[in-house]
T-cell receptor, first 116, second 115 residues
Framework: DGGITQSPKYLFRKEGQNVTLSCEQN?????MYWYRQDPGQGLRLIYY???????QKGDIAEGYSVSREKKESFPLTVTSAQKNPTAFYLC???????????????FGDGTRLSIL | DQQVKQNSPSLSVQEGRISILNCDYT??????FLWYKKYPAEGPTFLIS?????DKNEDGRFTVFLNKSAKHLSLHIVPSQPGDSAVYFC??????????????FGKGTKLSVKP
C-alpha cells in the first residue's frame, strides 16, 4: 500500500539488542496497528493506537513497546525482553475507532526481523 | 483459543473453476468480517467485507456469504484466475469494549490456481 511505509524491509538484530521498526502513513488515518506474523499463522495484534498520544496493548504485547507522538508515525521497538522476535511485522492503519463497511485496515509491506 | 478458524491450510483449483474458501468463528459478538489477500513478502490487501446484518456481499468475481447461525463465512471466487494464487486471510472485528476496530485473523488458506 503506497500510503503506508515500513522500513527497513529486512532487519537483523543481535541477541540482547533493542531494535525499532518504523511505520509512517500519509492516509490521515487516526488508528494505527502493529501485527506479527509467524509461518503458518495468522496475524496477531501487538499494539494499537486509536489517537495520538494514546495506545493500547494487543494480544501479544510482552517484549514490545510503542509510541504515538505524531498522527503519521507509530514506531515499534522490539526489546531484548522479547524472547522470540524473529517474525514478519506488519503495520496497519484504520480510519477510526470503529470499523464500518467501507473502512478496512490498510497494511504496509512489512519488515522481516531476524536474529543473528 | 482460536476465535477465527480457517481449517484448510491450502486449496488447489483449476483456472476458470470456482474457488471456495471457508472460515468459522466462535465469538457471537463479531459483527463485521473481512477477507484479505496476501502475496509473499507483502502486506495483506483488503478484498471484500460483510456486515452481520447481511448474508451476502458481491464485488465482481468475489462473493462473501455469511451464515450467522452456523458462525460460518465463505469466499467464492469465480472464475478463478492464476493471479488469484495467494494466501487468503479471514478476519473478524471485535466491536465492543475497549477494542473497537481490532481484527482477529485466521491462519490463512493458500490458494493455488493452476492454468
Amino acid at each position: 500500500d503506497g500510503g503506508i511505509t515500513q522500513s527497513p524491509k529486512y532487519l537483523f538484530r543481535k541477541e540482547g539488542q533493542n531494535v525499532t521498526l518504523s511505520c509512517e502513513q500519509n492516509l490521515n488515518h487516526d488508528a494505527m496497528y502493529w501485527y506479527r506474523q509467524d509461518p503458518g499463522q495468522g496475524l496477531r495484534l501487538i499494539y494499537y493506537s486509536q489517537i495520538v498520544n494514546d495506545f493500547q496493548k494487543g494480544d501479544i504485547a510482552e517484549g514490545y513497546s510503542v509510541s504515538r507522538e505524531k498522527k503519521e508515525s507509530f514506531p515499534l521497538t522490539v526489546t531484548s525482553a522479547q524472547k522470540n522476535p524473529t517474525a514478519f511485522y506488519l503495520c496497519a492503519t484504520g480510519r477510526g475507532q470503529r470499523i464500518h463497511s467501507n473502512q478496512p485496515q490498510h497494511f504496509g509491506d512489512g519488515t522481516r526481523l531476524s536474529i543473528l | 483459543d482460536q476465535q477465527v478458524k480457517q481449517n484448510s491450510p491450502s486449496l488447489s483449483v483449476q483456472e476458470g473453476r470456482i474457488s471456495i474458501l471457508n472460515c468459522d468463528y466462535t465469538n457471537s459478538m463479531f459483527d463485521y468480517f473481512l477477507w484479505y489477500k496476501k502475496y509473499p513478502a507483502e502486506g495483506p490487501t483488503f478484498l471484500i467485507s460483510i456486515s452481520s446484518i447481511k448474508d451476502k456481499n458481491e464485488d465482481g468475481r468475489f462473493t462473501v456469504f455469511l451464515n450467522k447461525s452456523a458462525k460460518h463465512l465463505s469466499l467464492h471466487i469465480v472464475p478463478s484466475q492464476p493471479g488469484d494464487s495467494a494466501v487468503y486471510f479471514c478476519a473478524a472485528s471485535k466491536n465492543y469494549g475497549g477494542s473497537q476496530g481490532n481484527l482477529i485473523f485466521g491462519k490463512g488458506t493458500k490458494l493455488s490456481v493452476k492454468p
